[in-house]
């Protein structure tokens, strides 16, 4: 399969879920994933979306389960498509929050991980987020599709508009 083959705009995915990345004092809100997919990597908090529910109930209800805290003044930041070669894919709706209530902890989906926005680990993400992450981590928007065999990441389009 390669990138080029994909015809995206007939392209349907298989889960629909949300990312949420709490930005504030010049640092992120990211977490250690304990389970599911993307184990062991970091990431920002977020989930699969539940029957009935729209992309920003989920992300606020995500970051609740994961780490105890509830965002605020969150805002959409973006729109992923993923396709896996093995046949999965996803559609991500990404959020950016300008705060939180309550301090992080440690449950068990995720460990919490604040870190200097301009500092991100991208070694130790999925490999598609150093190219769109760094635009919504600056108050942008990144919109885009993504290849992706396991973690490797095969091709991708990205649109990012920054404020």
Partial sequence: MRFGDIDWGRWEPREQATLLFVVRGGQVLLIRKKRGLGVGK?????????????????????????????????????????????????????????????????TEEAKPLWTQANDVPYGEMWADDAVWLPAVLAGGRADGQ???DGDRLLGWEVSTTLV
């Fill in 42 to 106: 970091i990431n920002g908090p977020g989930g699969r979306i539940e029957p009935g529910e729209t992309p920003l109930q989920c992300a606020v209800r995500e970051v609740r389960e994961e780490l105890r805290v509830a965002p605020t003044g969150a805002e959409e930041a973006g729109d992923l498509r993923f396709q896996f070669v093995d046949g999965f894919s996803m559609s991500v709706r990404v959020f950016r929050a300008s705060g939180c209530d309550g301090e992080p902890q440690e």
């Fill in 146 to 148: 993504f290849l992706l």
